[in-house]
């Protein structure tokens, strides 16, 4: 008679598919979670750039009213807003906002800027940082 019975390979078998059965459960769980990531809608990471994807959100053009009010104000040069046309936002302790906007001048010439605006809303914080022609 033979030592191994037709059992004893199934029974092998089976405590393999058991061992691996975890396994395989985690790695089905971690793809899940990698495709669920994926589809997510992208959020700025903390000290990361990333594009401001609707620049006709009134708040974002209310922003850069104020960078060129603000601007004026210290320029006295008399650029007149007319709107935001593109930016990128970066969250630090508050947030950082590069803005590509458009002024007409005291010519009434239309001309691209940029505007560096940091805000802290908790703490009523806004300042602009820097402000120049984007030409």
């Not at 691996?20 to 992208?42: D, E, I, S, W, Y």
């Not at 010439?109 to 560096?116: I, Q």
């Amino acid at each position: 008679m033979s030592s191994s019975s037709p059992h004893g390979s199934t029974s092998s078998q089976t405590m393999f598919a058991r061992a691996l059965l975890p396994t395989l459960l985690l790695l089905v769980a971690a793809a899940a979670a990698t495709a669920a990531r994926a589809g997510a809608p992208a959020r700025p990471l903390a000290g990361g750039w990333s594009p401001i994807r609707n620049v006709s959100d009134p708040y974002i053009q209310e922003l850069g009213g104020w960078a060129v009010t603000e601007h004026v104000r210290l320029a006295n040069d008399g650029l007149r807003f007319g709107e935001v046309t593109s930016g990128e936002q970066q969250v630090v302790s508050g947030m950082n906002y590069r803005l590509v906007l458009d002024a007409t001048d005291a010519d009434g010439k239309l001309a691209a800027y940029g505007a560096f605006v940091y805000e802290q809303s908790w703490t009523n914080t806004r300042e602009l940082i820097s402000f120049a022609s984007a030409d």
